[in-house]
DNA sequence: ACATTGGACTCAGAAATTTTAAA
DNA sequence: ATTTAAAATTTCTGAGTCCAATG
């Protein structure tokens, strides 16, 4: 793998070059956007109606014997979760895979509820129990501010309680993601404190008291003078326009040029809040904590199904500038403040529905158990619903990602099928499948991601796979010494740059040229192709296969190789994790995950080096220092200077140990500089595989996965043995 | 049929915040 | 021991994927 993915230095730049191309299409849609809002909501407002019908055929099914749930503790045994088992085997026993369980793709073999060795599970437990203390939610106790944060750090709560282990037990069919579910709603943005009357703002030199609407507004900006995209002319066109939707219409008439505007005051201002904040007295930021604390109580938690769980994202976007990633065309639009009225509640009927603040109204309130999300609003700025969802620590969300990582384990198992096929397709006849085939072979090599179209001039231009572009390719019959070579250039999701270049077999290449011949550089490379086709495709070849399983597939089996390659069991704990992060960097480089390298790089980078100097100088003097009491020893030949010597000798070993260390960490930071494992690491890295080599080689867990991680993982950690594969 | 749109969910890197280590 | 800087973690929310309803 290592020669496919070489990548530049370059490709951190988003290249600006990237984007005029295709930019000129589209620059003014603003009106029609307006009608496709109002259809949009008449829409919806439609298909909420007829939706509902649905919805209460199955809840009625589904509702019922949930009365009892309330029980939040965790590891109670009920009645309705043994009925429900029981429900389960039948159906399974039913010969061929019953049908939920085929779609998930899970193997009936993960299903046995794993035997642990009872010292090592209550070992896991303690250990959990310790570490979790401070997230666990604590029953609703009211705590004096101040006092919360000392002393839930302090006393360790010995509550035994066991905590759930969701994978032992019977999953839903039927698209069913619940039967009970109560939670308090979202929590709003606080809302707009108008400034002091001393913090002015100016129009062409003169002093202009703004009504508080165009106040807010303008705070935003204000808030971002410092940000180089308030250059931007789309920005400031975006702003100016949304702007003025919020003045009062004598404000309209005399704010007529953003480039008059003097926010500066404002800036300041926000600034000076900032500061003021950084400087508060340990207790305010106490008080500030606790309360921070008692609100992540409140809002933070729902129970679904007879557990507590947490709530990812319980607080409501705020308003401010928008601000899309790469060169969005809507940038610096104004993303308005969501109210009550916007809000559609989902929880089940029978729990006690959250209340919209005294003298406000919700959206709706709906009951539907098919999906996941508690609350949901829609965003003005692309008309596409945000959701409030889970944790990923929680059972809804860790079962469909135990279930991703089988279906890319039942890829494996049948990829070299798929290959062989789509080699045998790059010689059809037909146009299509050839592209089909030489996509796939892109998505299969490469982990490129499917690439849907997208609405021009609604979002960044950026392409994936099946989107891809003529110009986004140079052919090489031979570069570097190597034939066929493709060059790849492309900005794909979040307008990262992809650049890479890639020797490619014969016959793709002759392909290649074949779909490029009499094209634009802006035409589409795949002309017959997009992400439904291609879809369509692979699902014949594999139940439930699309396009990003490659990606998860290629992703694990290239981190479970690497690992295999790069570790050995007579390395120290730093050199095997060292080991740990060049597979998992591998990876990263494969799925392109990269980051911009931190603003204090290179300066840490010297920090560490000096370290690293003054290790050495320190090593030099303990040798130094163990010689002489080795001479020493030997004139004298008594107990104490023997000692002496022995006690230098580990000193001299032990700055030896640290000094490796701090090489070890050199190395990965340089090597990390500008790519990001985080992205790989939570969602495409089978967490089993990770969990089995730390098991095999005596690495703790804790030095792979953060306690974060670890909550996401719990399941992998608990069920991978040593020997897992994936 | 098939293209389009809406909906729900995963995945993404930057920014903000908190923790830890160093001075 | 206190302050400060750096590292680690968490939060935030935008940007994809994919499916199914719709026209």
């Not at 606790?290 to 709530?311: P, S, T, W």
């Not at 990812?312 to 993303?335: Q, V």
Request: net charge positive; charged share 40%.
């Amino acid at each position: 793998m290592s020669g496919d993915h070489s990548h530049n230095d370059s490709q951190i730049d988003s290249g600006s070059r990237h984007n005029d191309s295709h930019k000129h299409k589209d620059k003014y849609k603003d009106k029609e956007h307006k009608h496709k809002d109002h259809k949009k909501d008449k829409e919806r407002e439609k298909s909420k109606y007829s939706n509902s019908e649905h919805r209460d055929s199955s809840d009625k099914k589904h509702r019922d014997k949930d009365k009892e749930r309330l029980k939040l503790k965790d590891g109670s045994s009920d009645k309705q979760k043994d009925k429900h088992k029981e429900k389960k085997k039948e159906e399974r026993s039913f010969d061929g895979k019953p049908k939920k369980e085929k779609e998930n793709g899970f193997e009936s073999a993960e299903f046995k509820p794993k035997k642990i060795k009872t010292e090592e599970r209550e070992k896991k437990a303690k250990k959990r129990e310790q570490e979790e203390e401070d997230i666990k939610p604590k029953k609703k106790t009211k705590v004096k501010k101040g006092e919360a944060v000392t002393d839930g750090k302090k006393k360790a709560k010995k509550e035994p309680e066991e905590k759930w282990k969701w994978w032992e037990e019977e999953r839903y069919t039927d698209g069913v993601k619940w039967k009970f579910l109560e939670h308090k709603g979202p929590v709003f943005a606080p809302p707009y404190e108008p400034l002091p009357s001393n913090v002015k703002f100016y129009y062409d030199g003169k002093h202009m008291k703004l009504s508080p609407g165009a106040e807010e507004v303008a705070t935003f900006f204000a808030k971002m003078l410092d940000h180089e995209y308030t250059t931007k002319d789309v920005f400031r066109k975006n702003f100016f326009k949304d702007w003025r939707k919020e003045m009062t219409s004598e404000e309209k008439s005399k704010l007529t040029d953003l480039n008059k505007c003097d926010f500066s005051e404002m800036s300041e201002y926000f600034k000076a809040q900032s500061e003021a904040r950084k400087a508060m007295t340990k207790e305010e930021k106490l008080k500030i904590k606790a309360e921070n604390e008692r609100i992540l109580q409140e809002y933070g938690f729902c129970v679904m199904d007879n557990h507590k769980e947490r709530i990812a994202n319980f607080r409501i976007e705020p308003p401010g500038l928008f601000r899309g990633r790469g060169d969005h065309p809507k940038m610096g639009m104004l993303k308005r403040r969501i109210r009550p009225e916007d809000i559609i509640i989902n929880c089940s009927k029978d729990s006690n529905h959250p209340k919209p603040p005294p003298g406000t109204k919700w959206k709706e309130v709906r009951h539907d158990n098919k999906v996941t999300w508690l609350v949901s609003w829609t965003e003005n700025i692309q008309g596409s619903i945000k959701y409030i969802m889970l944790n990923p620590s929680s059972r809804i969300k860790g079962e469909k990602d135990w279930q991703k990582y089988e279906m890319a384990r039942r890829l494996k198992k049948c990829v070299d099928r798929i290959r062989a096929q789509y080699r045998e397709d790059w010689k059809s006849k037909e146009m299509r499948i050839r592209q089909r085939a030489v996509a796939l072979y892109f998505i299969d090599k490469l982990a490129l991601r499917a690439g849907n179209e997208k609405e021009e001039g609604e979002t960044a231009d950026t392409v994936g796979c099946c989107s891809l572009r003529v110009e986004h390719l140079t052919l090489h019959q031979e570069m570097d010494g190597q034939e066929y070579v493709v060059e790849f250039d492309f900005l794909g999701k979040d307008s990262i740059r992809y650049y890479n270049k890639v020797p490619v077999e014969k016959r793709v290449f002759k392909n290649l040229q074949l779909f490029m011949e009499d094209k634009e550089p802006e035409d589409d490379l795949f002309d017959r192709l997009n992400t439904s086709i291609l879809n369509k495709h692979l699902q014949e070849l594999m139940d439930g296969l699309t396009a990003k399983v490659f990606r998860t597939y290629n992703a694990s089996i290239t981190l479970q190789q690497q690992l295999n390659e790069l570790t050995t069991s007579e390395d120290n704990v730093p050199a095997k994790i060292l080991s740990y992060n060049r597979a998992n960097r591998a990876v990263a480089v494969l799925c392109n995950h990269q980051r911009a390298p931190p603003k204090t790089f290179e300066k840490s980078m010297q920090n560490l080096q000096t370290k690293i100097d003054a290790k050495k100088e320190q090593l030099a003097d303990a040798k130094r220092e163990l010689k002489s009491a080795k001479a020493d020893a030997k004139v004298r030949r008594d107990e104490k200077s023997k000692k002496a010597v022995e006690s230098k000798k580990k000193a001299v070993q032990r700055i030896e140990e640290q000094l490796m260390k701090l090489e070890v960490q050199a190395t990965d930071r340089e090597e990390n500089k500008q790519i990001a494992l985080g992205t790989s690491k939570l969602n495409y890295l089978d967490p089993r595989i990770s969990v089995a080599w730390c098991k095999k080689l005596g690495v703790p867990i804790e030095k792979i996965y953060n306690k974060t991680q670890r909550e996401k993982f719990a399941w992998a950690i608990d069920m991978a043995e040593k020997d897992y594969e994936f």
